[in-house]
Structures are given as C-alpha cells and as structure tokens.
C-alpha cells in the first residue's frame, strides 16, 4: 500500500480521481456475462480515528481473521487484531508504538504470526513473531530507513519472504531469528523516483514455487520462481496495468487466478494466468481504498483503509461464483 504516512492526503486525493465501470474487463474491454463476486457486505467495521486502518489480512485455520491495523494515519498506535468470519468480535492481539505501522501479517503452522513493523527507529522496525500464548518479540532487524510491506511464510516454514518498497528488495529472513539477507533486488520491484508516491514492490505471497509481488509505481504483478537452492530464478511479469495495485491473493491453493486490491483505483480485479484481468469490484460496491484481499473457501475478504474522508474503514466479503469465472 502507499504506505507513507505523510504523504495519506496525497493517496486520499488520488482515490478520488479514478472511476471504473463493474465488471469491465480490462485486457478485452467487454463485459462477462456473469458477475464473479456476488453478495458484497461489511463483515466488520472499523474505527479509523481511533487508528483502526486496516492494511493487511490472513486467513486463519479456525476461519478467523487476522488484520494489521496502521494506526499512525489516525495518530494512533498500530494493532493486530484478530476478526471473526462474521464480524461478531475483535480481539487486540498486539499494540505497537505511536509512530509505527503494522503492515504485512502471516501465520506458521505452529499457530505463530509473523508480522512487519514499519518504524524510524531501528530498535523496532524489522519483522515479529507473536507465539501462541506469548509475548511479541523482533526476529530480525530491517533497515529504518526502508518500508517492510508484504511478508509471506514458505511451505517448509523456514523462511519468511518480506517486500521493501523503498529498497526495491526482497529480504528472506530465517524463521529460526537471524540477520535478514537481500534475496532478491531489481529494477523490476524498484519503486519510480520521480512517482508522487515513490512506492515499489508491495504485496508478497508465497504460491506454488514462487514468490509473488506487485510493484505499486509501475502497476504490475510479477513471479519470481523459488529455485531448489532456494534462490530467486527469472521474473515473469503475470500483468500490467494494473494501476494502484497493492496486495493479492489466489483462488485457492493450486490455483493461479488472482483477486488484486487496487488501492488508489478503489478495484478489486481478477487476474487470469494468461494476463488477462477483470475487474470485479468497484467504489459502487462499497470499496475504499482496498489494500489487501483473502480467500476461505468460496469467501473472498477485502480490507478497505479508507484514506480518503469520510474514512468509513472496514472489512468486506463476498461470494465467489465459480461460474462467472469460468464464464469470463
């Protein structure tokens, strides 16, 4: 996401500019006969003056979700909260410190979240761990001076994958603690520096052998494969054009059609394996700055920041009819 924290009226004021027809496709310029996302609510609101502006989002296996709420855009401290599928209640899971972000979240298979604190000060900006029943501490340290966005776990669950947006990097990060190393830096995930919101590689997710990134500046989404020493093989950009993009999520496991939240556009595309994309959710359905998609089954969850006022913040869901995918 646009993650600059003083730069939140600028984003506010970009969301405003784009306008999107539902269910446009975006590679054909048709429409598909049947809408692919159907029964859209708010599953949960939220408080954005109280600092609950929510930026990322997982899918636990009890079908609760975990959300990381930025906090500073509102001048509150950042939290972790835990969200049930319904939106009946909210659970703080972590409060971080005034002037920090929480920003990307994800979950190992011991039940541990791992998340990405963005902070000036370099005691704390890096990515944690909160273990069942424990007490938050830093796995390792990222620079101060860069902007730890996605984070995304392996299936071996020994590496962690985080994106910088300000570095352009990808840093991998033992899940044991340890010094975070470059795994991968290029161009490709670098941000614009002439751009009004100099912001780079963004979303993460770690799918079927590769790593997964959107560049927010330069509108794409890229894979990057995992090779079996473990090191970052050729970039293929999946599509462009995609303006405002931000995080993503897959159908399912072993599915590589993606939902891309497209946060200055107020969008929500689907994205084929071919390049080809539709968009599926608009400002009409209620999006507001969206910044992160999830999938449970045929859910599909959608966190709205809501930068621009009135910052009515929320988490959205919706049906995913199989249908309209087949059918685009």
């Known amino acids: 996401m646009s993650k600059k924290l003083n730069l939140a009226a600028a984003v506010a004021a970009a969301a405003a500019v784009f306008v999107s027809a539902p269910y446009a496709s975006a590679a054909a310029g048709r429409e598909h006969a049947k809408p692919i996302v159907t029964d859209v609510k708010t599953v949960a ?5 109280a600092g609950e502006v929510p930026e990322n989002i997982t899918v636990n296996p ?16 950042p939290e972790l909260v835990r969200v049930s599928a319904n939106g009946q209640h909210k659970t703080v899971l972590v409060t971080g410190v005034l002037g920090d972000g929480f920003t990307g979240n994800t979950r190992g298979s011991d039940r541990t979240i791992y998340y990405n604190v963005w902070s ?104 990057v494969p ?67 998609t999830a999938v449970r089954g045929h859910e599909l969850y959608i966190t709205d920041a809501s930068l621009a006022a009135p910052h009515h913040a929320q988490l959205q869901g919706g049906r995913i009819n199989l249908a309209g995918l087949q059918g685009s």
Do not use: C
């Open 62 to 77: 009890d079908s609760t979700l975990t959300v990381s709420m930025l906090g500073s855009y509102a001048g509150k401290r």
């Open 226 to 292: 995992v090779t079996a020493a473990g090191k970052p093989g050729r970039i293929h950009q999946v599509t462009g054009g995609e303006v405002g993009i931000d995080d993503f999520n897959f159908l399912s496991a072993r599915s590589d059609i993606v939902f891309t939240a497209r946060n200055t556009t107020n969008k929500v595309d689907v994205v084929y394996p071919n390049g080809t994309k539709v968009t599926v959710l608009t400002a009409a359905d209620g999006l507001a700055s969206p910044t992160a």
């Open 120 to 223: 000036k000060d370099a005691s704390r900006a890096g990515v944690w761990k909160l273990p069942p029943g424990g007490h938050p501490s830093r796995l390792a340290a990222l620079p101060a001076d860069g902007l730890p966005n996605g984070l995304a776990i392996d299936p071996s669950g020994h590496i962690l994958y985080v994106s910088d947006s300000y570095k352009g990097t990808i840093w991998a990060v033992p899940v044991a603690g340890g010094q975070a190393r470059a795994w991968l830096t290029d161009q490709a995930l670098a941000p614009v520096p002439t751009a009004s919101i100099p912001i780079g590689v963004n979303g993460l997710r770690y799918h079927n052998g590769a790593v997964w990134v959107t560049n927010f500046n330069k509108s794409t989404l890229l894979r």
């Open 45 to 49: 609101p939220f408080d954005w003056s």
